[in-house]
């Protein structure tokens, strides 16, 4: 290869690099509790059995996601925009929802990110003092340097992520294979006293669907940056929403390849789940992967942490200056207050919930579950009534699964609230 072909070659990689943004931020906010401690808890208890069911999951929320995209890109307009558009209550029941979201969310994810934190300190720390440090590394990265520093930020965190992810895979992968198999069959997820898991499971796979009006958010900033298309948003759309998709698989692999027939119980505690999911990984794997196991962690759940407390603190802001008639200036002097905001609230979550980590986690995810197919509704109702760019407008087979996916997230939570109350 010339010079001058390399030299091209690296200049088309570092303008595609430079594209890439809402959809990087979607995947970084995305990969967190979902896949962690869902996805592995599922590999744990259930071997591969669960590997179908996150697929399918994926698939079906696949065109909420992407109505965020595909608005914003067309009309220039975020979806709340395109809320109070269809009218004022629609954007109202959207703000409630997302308050109460934002701050659960942002909780279950401090609390992680703080219990992850203290792994890496040599003496014993409370809870709550690791949560304040990673809060005020959150409150400093954003405050300081707002989108353009979170957009690089997550864009290092997920190539260290899947570099890292993949190499500890092959490496599990290699181990297992060399190893005699386990010789108890895993038990059946597909029982009604397992349905509570289940939700749990689905709740942030790959995560809360009011994620959608975080990218598309992001996605109409970046429009006034640079030159954005339809073709291009998509795509890093796609990359991004692809990579959460084969993390939840690799995670789901990591814990039936390594933590399923141990017969271990994982702690509940913050740090002591932490400790634990750690060590069971690197004594399996090898100490050479000790500290990469932690670190891997750590920056999957930081940068999840990063990216809600961002993206929320954003959607809120500009939920109230519409609801408000407020004009651009006060939208931006909003962000600071409700980002303060839910830096309190979610950190007064934490002293109640400092030890019962998954208790917290699976509350989050449960209130997801429920909260979903409502975000599903008004995506599919607001991106059916707009005239989109037509490399932007979903397909015949986007809209397929969009109807699919109201049928299973609505029928589901019906199941969910008769398992929950009447059985």
Not at 45 to 52: I, N, S, T, V
Not at 268 to 295: D, N, P, R, V
Not at 386 to 412: M, W
């Amino acid at each position: 290869m010339s010079y001058s072909a390399e030299t091209s070659f690296f200049a088309r990689c570092i303008a595609l690099l430079k594209l890439l943004g809402p959809g990087v931020l979607m995947a970084t906010a995305a990969v967190g509790g979902s896949h962690l401690v869902a996805s592995t808890q599922a590999g744990a208890k259930f071997g591969w059995q669960l590997a179908l069911l996150i697929l399918v999951v994926n698939l079906l929320k696949y065109p909420f996601f992407r109505a965020g995209v595909s608005y914003t890109i067309s009309t220039k307009q975020t979806l709340q925009q395109g809320y109070l558009g269809m009218g004022r209550r629609y954007l109202a029941i959207a703000l409630g929802l997302n308050t109460i979201a934002s701050v659960v969310n942002a909780a279950a994810l401090l609390l992680f990110a703080a219990s992850l934190l203290s792994y890496f300190i040599p003496f014993d720390i409370a809870i709550t003092l690791s949560a304040s440090v990673v809060l005020a590394l959150i409150l400093i990265i954003l405050l300081a340097g707002h989108f353009e520093g979170l957009d690089n930020i997550a864009k290092g965190i997920m190539g260290v992520l899947v570099v890292a992810t993949v190499a500890v895979f092959v490496v599990a992968l290699s181990n297992y294979s060399a190893s005699p198999a386990p010789a108890v069959a895993p038990p059946s997820p597909w029982t009604l006293a397992t349905l509570g898991f289940l939700v749990v499971t689905m709740g942030w796979m790959p995560a809360p669907i009011e994620i959608s009006s975080i990218t598309s958010l992001w996605l109409k900033r970046q429009c006034k940056g640079q030159a954005v298309t339809p073709k291009s948003a998509l795509f890093d759309f796609n990359l991004g929403y692809a990579v959460t998709v084969l993390l939840a698989l690799l995670f789901l692999g990591l814990g039936a390849l390594i933590l399923y027939g141990s017969g271990t119980e994982l702690s509940t505690s913050g740090i002591g789940f932490s400790h634990q999911l750690i060590s069971m990984y690197s004594s399996t794997i090898g100490q050479w992967a000790h500290w990469l196991i932690a670190l891997v962690a750590f920056l999957c759940i930081f940068g999840s942490a990063l990216t809600v407390y961002d993206g929320y603190a954003r959607v809120v802001a500009e939920a109230i200056a519409l609801l408000f008639n407020k004009d651009k200036n006060a939208r931006n002097t909003l962000v600071t207050p409700v980002l303060l905001f839910m830096a309190v609230a979610s950190f007064t979550i934490v002293l109640f919930f400092k030890s019962a980590l998954l208790a917290m986690l699976g509350f989050a995810m449960t209130l997801a579950f429920v909260t979903t197919p409502m975000f599903a509704w008004l995506n599919h109702k607001l991106v059916a009534q707009t005239k989109l760019h037509q490399d932007a407008a979903p397909n015949v087979v986007v809209k397929l699964l969009s109807y699919l996916g109201l049928i299973y997230l609505f029928g589901f939570l019906m199941v969910f609230i008769w398992w929950k109350w009447f059985s």
